[in-house]
């Protein structure tokens, strides 16, 4: 085991120039096998562990760059500032205006949260309820909640603008199926910045009547 100086020199540099890495990866890094040990000199450097694949990877904190909803990845591997999943998660929750779906959630977190969601409710961190044939995550202070619900239920009223229902449309002809392929659909969309749910895109296909004449999988 390297001494106490000399890991954290070695430390800095290797988190410089590999950004995160596996705890195997430390333990050949300090030359030692002691899981303690290890965590000892990461937490000197103020380290944090991933919220994906398992909470594996580490890196140190002024390393990672995060948004402004508090979230940073890199190369597939997700860190947040507020620590472990459940506690992004219940976060993410309490700062929206209008609650998440699991949709939304998993586009932005890159992985799906629907375990991490049931335990949640479960343990009363959060609330859920039924909006228009989904579910909806909501804070479980009763008027946040509420404010959500209202702001959720205004949102899904208001009209698409005339250049995104234009882009859709385009893109559901250059897709030349016939069915609509949400997936394919939503993830064309927003690699040019247009965000829609599944929701949002099924009311519209149904408000052009285009439900009817190519199908709509469920």
């Known amino acids: 085991m390297l001494t106490r100086p000399n890991a954290l020199k070695a430390l800095s540099a290797f988190f ?6 596996q705890l195997s990866e430390l333990y050949k890094l300090l030359d030692t096998t002691s899981r303690m040990s290890v965590f000892r000199r990461l937490r000197d450097l103020d380290y944090l562990s991933s919220y994906s694949h398992l909470g594996c990877y580490y890196t140190l904190s002024y390393v990672a760059h995060f948004d402004s909803q508090g979230l940073w990845f890199y190369g597939g591997v997700g860190f947040s500032r507020f620590g472990s999943l459940k506690k992004t998660v219940i976060h993410l929750i309490e700062q929206s205006t209008a609650g998440r779906t699991h949709e939304e959630l998993e586009k932005q977190l890159h992985l799906r949260v629907h375990n991490t969601l049931l335990e949640l409710v479960r343990c009363d961190k959060i609330t859920r309820e039924k909006f228009k044939g989904v579910f909806l995550y909501l804070s479980i202070h009763s008027d946040t909640a509420q404010k959500q619900r209202v702001e959720r239920l205004e949102g899904s009223q208001k009209r698409l603008p005339d250049g995104i229902v234009v882009e859709v449309l385009a893109e559901i002809i250059r897709g030349n199926q016939s069915y609509i392929d949400q997936r394919a659909l939503l993830s064309r969309l927003a690699a040019k910045d247009i965000v829609l749910t599944s929701s949002q895109l099924k ?4 408000h052009l009547d285009l439900k009817k004449t190519v199908g709509f999988p469920s």
């Open 203 to 206: 009311q519209l296909c149904m």
């Open 16 to 21: 410089k120039k590999a950004v995160i890495a």
